[in-house]
């Protein structure tokens, strides 16, 4: 059974040695999803033909968040992100009034350490623009669940998240 | 039916005028979770009555990440927090295995807008937190439902979620 | 003949004494330029009017940097904004083959000190942002120049820019 | 006819992959400048050999701007800059009343994307903060025009912009 | 005997509730010093009546920190500083060799709560500076003590340091 | 004898060219203290062994502002750091009533310049937070000295601090 390795041994908390382990090619994607009412729902995807675009001004939100991971996560490493990518989906049943937008952030870069939490953090401030963008109208949204679909890179290797 | 009050007439985004709103005090309190396996479970409440502390680390954090929230939203204004609180408690049922992290943010201001954001914005990194210092344990875990739970003050008045 | 404020005297500069100015409501409106080649100019208009749009990641950023503003200038007083617009405008002439993108930032704020350093960082990390995302299709593109428009309230008053 | 490479195939906008991409020393030459009176000038100028330095101060806060341009600029990778320097040079002509301080940044690194951004940044907050020091004498300053000089490095390889 | 008051009921850390506190003008000053060989001394000083300086740039640095304070210092309320000042002095004896900069921080607001903090972490960045700049010649050089001189304003009034 | 490198021909501070050193293992290890009365010195001590704690709070404080010294330091290169640990200790002789924490940070990275300034940032920030979380207190509480206990790595070699 593998131990935290955050903890020194006075039992606080640190930033661990990985200056061993050698720069690769990582990969993360992460998902989240911002729940809305039919409402909002029509006025983002109308604002998303003409130019005025809320997924526009969340997704620059999510870029730059994920290059400010470190600076958010204690102890996070920092990295020298080479890309990062949002994509926006919707999943709409109108019988059963659900209005689902859904994030995924795919980040990636050659370094030391993964970039999952640079995902996760991108998926996470992309939706909380969207929250703040469309609060006026409704207080009730619900963001996430939030989590790793997948990384590749590094020690630990391949990581799938099964259907949920 | 109100309008979204974040775009001008070109359609871009902007930061709405509030020059004319007033200074009260304003309360908001967020909610999220993390919903993790047993073993990190056990680590994490172990941890929590010896002197290291993922629970310690996460909330300086999550406090640390309200005063950035205007840096991290595009759209937020600027906003001097005079109070901040964030609260665990664990939601724990063996039968089911579900072992949930509870966190609560309340943030405080006295100032000319909302404070919602700042809440779900600390609930937010603080879960993210929590899952970075786990992360080596189990990249399965999982963040949210991320919502706000109540609001005072500021002309839309008081909010309170009914019980999901 | 007024003197330079900025300095102590030791010589060094030091951030002025503001405190016993009184909060009143500011304005300020700074303007720059992009001026590009024909085919950028047609690229980022013809994103306008589709979903994808420089000019919308070029706000964002602008808005963006005003709340960066005295984390930027050394001297500068922090302030709460409580406003900020920025409009684009074109001015094109095909015959001296002139593709100038006109951006006018436009800052608001009740406070104890002018907002003209918020306005011209936002119209200038604005053009920068343009000039970021086509500099792939040429590097010639000039910024500028950059001035202030118009600004109102405080001690020194109303001041408006003769046309140039 | 190359395209836009910031907007991934939902029209919006991302940080492009470098992954792909070498390291190699890359160097970038961005120049602006500032237009003020004679009033302003002399004093700055009288400053400049005694202890205090209008200068001085802006030439840091040009370089600490460059450390930030991943932070200002959404699409602007992070990069770790290697070396960064800032002259000043006047353009002084008594007949025309030109008084001009000409800023000239120059950035190195050795990584996988140009400085090109890194450059203008700096000299656009060093002028800035120029602006900043001397606004309460005359708020007419001009700033810029601003523009790559050189650029070296990289698979687009040199640049180098005619005298304008 | 007074309790701390960072520390919610479940013995967590929190941001201390200040909306009942009023705005009062509050100043803080603190004071630090640098200890260095001659040789260091001799070369600052030297710069010092020439332009460049080692002095100005450690100055700008330290009024920047203060304006990071809320940032760096994860309890730390943000306040909108109204005054930075930073003054050098130098305690010099030649027969002991004991080469010693002074540097004293003086910070200003209109708020809610003290600047001590900021006071102390204008003056600690101000002398990392020194260090930085002059860490080539000697990495022997000693910073501090640093201590908080005298502050005014709010419920606990005001504070003078006996001296030492 | 040798000179500053900080400066350019013009006497201006800039940051020096790294690009043709080599990326090595580097490593430095900080030192401060914090003198504190009997009071503080049992809470703090009392609190380490339960749940909240004053150093928890300050060790992530600590090791974040590692994280930011690029930022806080105007000349200092940014740089990846690998690994960051904060311990303490304490020195206490009730007869002289000395009640001193001593805060030693030790920063790692592989990069092409030494991490002696990211080890005495976290150490300066570390001990500025104890203050912070314990000057409703006492005010009297001393910071320092800081100073440089050892470095590997570099061209400058091995560094260890002879005992004070």
Redesign the interface.
Request: aromatic share 6%.
């Given at each position: 059974?593998?131990?935290?390795?955050?903890?020194?041994e006075?039992?606080?908390?640190?930033?661990?040695?990985?200056?061993e382990k050698t720069d690769t090619?990582r990969t993360a994607v992460a998902r989240?999803s911002v729940?809305m009412n039919k409402?909002i729902y029509e006025?983002i995807s109308n604002?998303?033909?003409?130019?005025?675009?809320?997924?526009?001004?969340a997704?620059?939100?999510g870029?730059?968040?994920?290059?400010?991971t470190?600076?958010?996560?204690?102890?996070?490493?920092?990295?020298?992100?080479?890309?990062?990518?949002?994509?926006?989906a919707w999943d709409v049943e109108e019988q059963t009034s659900r209005y689902q937008l859904l994030i995924t952030a795919t980040v990636?870069?050659?370094?030391?350490t993964g970039v999952?939490?640079e995902a996760?953090?991108a998926a996470?401030?992309c939706a909380?623009?969207v929250?703040?963008?469309?609060?006026?109208?409704d207080?009730?949204?619900?963001?996430?669940?939030?989590?790793?679909v997948e990384?590749t890179g590094g020690k630990?290797g391949h990581?799938r998240?099964e259907d949920k």
């Open positions: 059974m593998s131990s935290f390795t955050h903890f020194n006075q039992g606080h908390a640190k930033m661990v040695d990985i200056t090619v989240t729940m409402e006025k604002r998303a033909i003409q130019k005025g675009d809320v997924l526009a001004v997704q620059v939100a870029i730059m968040a994920a290059k400010k470190a600076d958010l996560i204690p102890m996070c490493h920092p990295l020298m992100l080479r890309g990062v990518d949002i994509q926006f990636k870069t050659k370094g030391s999952e939490m996760l953090t996470s401030v909380l623009t929250y703040d963008m469309c609060k006026a109208l207080k009730g949204i619900i963001i996430g669940p939030t989590y790793l990384k630990s990581f998240r």
